[in-house]
């Protein structure tokens, strides 16, 4: 028997540098960084001071110790080139900032430009303290901080969400030819977490112009890495999926610009994306201003032996021996980097006549009436568009289609139609239109457009947030309902809050998501996830149940700046219905119901396949039920004038839905309904659903737990009595 090792080709190692490296720069760019290192600290020490002062409104996750990772990473990047970071990324936010704001290749020791980013240095301030003049609004303060301008397209505080953002974002730029670099900043604790292993692997897989800068400060709060992993060289999360990895010391600002130029560099040679591992520590606990040692888990000496290795001491002391600067070239930077935060915090607090305590300035705080502002569009990017409804579509320029054609077609011709939309999913790229024929045609005829990926939810719906924030308009394939809970994280954290929490941004992602409650796939293949997502009010939902009415809706939704999911459920796929001749062009309208079968004994409100199932229980029992498909089943998306105008009509309502009970809309409509319609109703409102439990494999056990025509029936003929 024999034990050959087992190598790897891809570069992985750790990078030191010398003092010919140090001698190599220019010192006017080494001046420039030490100014950035002092700006940095006094920041984060004058928000740690006005959070003291019950000023700063939630955690203040300070960088304090880090900051040589942040400025020696930005010093390598452009305005252009992007980045995100998680809930501590005040150094890297500001040296972004810096960069973008201040003129390229100044000498502080003769210029004093600082005051040309003064005010993205108040507005960064006036954001962690929730104000109105911060980036998004004071909106999302400490934690969600973006600034597109200058590259920074929104940090998470979810632990791993932010990496396939980054993906998404070299998504965008390799489709759309853009030469820049995106940079995802994290944690050793996030690099924990599934779905940052999941964006490595899908940049990987891409070739992605990503870079993945992991900051291990050693603690994910409190949790020593050696407790996390086994493996603590972490750099081999990277050669493990194939990806360039460096390790360098994090304290040393030079080390990390030599780790990121030769990121760049084999980004611009060879592709992407390169993994960088910055060993650095914090100095501080995981927010606020105590000591790790203060909480018992790490001791004194620890925190001594790293305080020693501080950028803020070991540079000034480089830079002076080396004739960079004097005490006194020193000492003018760090005035100038306490005047520039100190001025931002006097701009937005004030001392009150009656009072010794310092106070936000009034009028510093947003309109509480705008509370809701941004969550999403009004829909404005439609008007001037065609919508056409199948009955104003004449006879003669009708013709018959298949619903799984319809869905086919219509991604086909928007594809063709708007360069940007992109497909993203599993099996999309083969079996003659992935598993269902959804996507018949597209990658024979966009193969650059169309990502196939792992199965990996979480990770490729969350690089499509990326890839919508950055100019694509991506479509997300899920494969089966129930995995968009997999991927609920990115949907409901990510898509579900990204433009509220910014302040109002675009982000327009739709998601298809089928569904096939009664084909004998069991509990874990068979939900309908749309009662999820209304949970979340960004979203969008539709639920077609023509193929007209799907062309209409779809073309509908790749038009929209919101988030949009498309339910297509595989009861339709075979049946047939009219749509225009030669027509994939118009829409139907987000938003608005129609009525599939008039009648004046009772209002019926469904959506899907209960819109056969509800003409055709009233076609059984006799009854003259006015069947509305609903259509649009977000909350702000019902169409309460027609509804209204039929309940007036027929003074009893029943709605009608065929997914279990506790994941439908039926409640939430019911109250609406008697809200909005109390004294118009004769009857109680009666609701049909599937069961409370899901479907199962066993074929009457299956059809059981599901709404059907059978129990609209049953339900008519009470409600009418």
Avoid at 29 to 44: N, Y
Avoid at 201 to 216: G, K, R, W
Avoid at 279 to 298: A, D, E, N, T, V
Avoid at 599 to 607: I, K
């Amino acid at each position: 028997m024999q034990r050959k090792p087992i190598l790897t080709d891809t570069p992985w190692f750790r990078l030191e540098v010398d003092e010919s490296d140090w001698a190599a720069e220019d010192p006017a760019a080494l001046a420039r960084w030490m100014e950035q290192l002092l700006l940095i600290r006094r920041f984060e020490e004058k928000i740690l001071e006005l959070h003291s002062q019950g000023l700063v409104h939630g955690p203040a996750h300070a960088s304090i110790g880090q900051e040589a990772g942040a400025v020696g990473a930005m010093s390598v990047l452009g305005t252009k080139d992007k980045l995100n970071g998680t809930h501590r990324a005040h150094h890297q936010i500001l040296a972004k900032l810096l960069n973008s704001a201040l003129p390229e290749g100044y000498d502080p020791r003769r210029d004093d430009p600082l005051k040309e980013a003064a005010t993205l240095v108040r507005r960064a301030v006036a954001e962690i303290m929730g104000l109105s003049e911060g980036f998004c609004g004071g909106r999302g303060g400490s934690m969600h901080m973006r600034w597109a301008p200058a590259g920074i397209i929104g940090t998470s505080a979810i632990i791993g969400g932010n990496l396939p953002h980054a993906v998404g974002y070299g998504l965008a730029d390799k489709v759309l030819g853009r030469d820049h670099v995106s940079v995802a900043f994290f944690g050793d604790g996030t690099l924990m977490a599934g779905q940052s292993m999941e964006a490595i692997n899908l940049a990987a897989l891409y070739n992605l112009p990503v870079i993945f800068f992991l900051e291990n400060n050693l603690y994910a709060v409190s949790t020593h890495v050696r407790e996390q992993t086994r493996e603590t060289r972490l750099t081999t999360r990277g050669a493990m999926f194939g990806v360039p990895s460096v390790e360098c010391d994090g304290m040393d600002l030079l080390a990390v610009r030599r780790a990121m130029q030769w990121a760049v560099e084999t980004i611009r040679t060879t592709g992407g994306p390169v993994f960088v591992e910055a060993i650095l520590y914090r100095f501080l606990h995981q927010s606020g201003p105590l000591l790790g040692s203060q909480l018992g888990y790490r001791s004194k000496e620890e925190e001594a032996e790293w305080r020693a290795r501080d950028p803020l001491v070991t540079m000034p002391a480089r830079l002076m021996a080396m004739g960079v600067l004097d005490e006194a070239g020193l000492a003018t930077l760090e005035a100038r980097a306490r005047r520039v935060v100190e001025d931002a915090a006097a701009a937005l607090t004030e001392m009150p006549r009656d009072s010794n305590a310092l106070q936000i300035r009034a009028g510093a705080l947003p309109d509480v009436a705008e509370v809701e502002h941004g969550i999403r569009g009004d829909l404005s990017e439609l008007k001037g568009e065609r919508f056409l409804e199948a009955l104003s579509v004449p006879a003669e320029a009708r013709t018959e289609m298949k619903y799984i054609d319809a869905i086919a077609a219509t991604l086909l011709r928007n594809m063709e139609r708007d360069s940007r939309i992109i497909l993203i999913g599993e099996d999309v790229h083969r079996l003659r239109g992935g598993v269902s024929g959804s996507t018949r045609g597209v990658v024979e005829r966009f193969p650059d457009r169309v990502f196939p990926t792992p199965i990996c939810e979480n990770g490729f719906t969350g690089m499509a947030l990326g890839a919508a924030a950055c100019g694509l308009r991506p479509v997300v394939d899920i494969m089966f309902g129930d995995f968009c809970i997999v991927a609920a994280d990115q949907m409901f954290n990510g898509i579900g809050k990204f433009s509220h929490m910014f302040g109002g941004t675009e982000v327009p992602v739709v998601v298809r998501a089928r569904v096939s409650p009664a084909t004998g796939y069991g509990s874990q293949h068979s939900m309908d996830p749309s009662g999820l997502f209304a949970l979340y009010p960004a979203w969008r939902i539709v639920s077609p149940s023509t193929p007209h009415d799907y062309i209409g809706l779809m073309n509908a939704a790749l038009r929209c700046s919101d988030p949009v999911l498309v339910i297509e459920h595989q009861d339709l796929f075979q049946t047939t219905g009219p749509v225009p001749r030669g027509d994939l062009d118009y829409l139907v309208p987000l938003g608005a119901a129609r009525t599939a079968r008039a009648g004046s004994a009772c209002t019926v409100l469904t959506y899907s396949t209960m819109v056969p199932a509800s003409i055709q229980a009233a076609e059984a029992t006799g009854i003259d039920a006015e069947v509305i498909d609903l259509r649009s089943l977000d909350p702000s998306g019902l169409d309460w004038a027609l509804i209204e105008a039929s309940v007036r009509r027929t003074h009893r309502v029943l709605v009608t839905e065929q997914t279990a009970r506790g994941t439908s809309h039926g409640a939430r409509i019911v109250q609406e309904v008697q809200e909005r319609l109390f004294d118009w109703l004769d009857a109680e409102i009666l609701r049909v659903t599937g069961t409370e439990a899901a479907p199962v494999v066993s074929p009457p056990l299956n059809m059981a737990a599901l709404g059907n025509a059978r129990k609209v029936e049953v339900a008519l003929r009470r409600l009418v009595g």
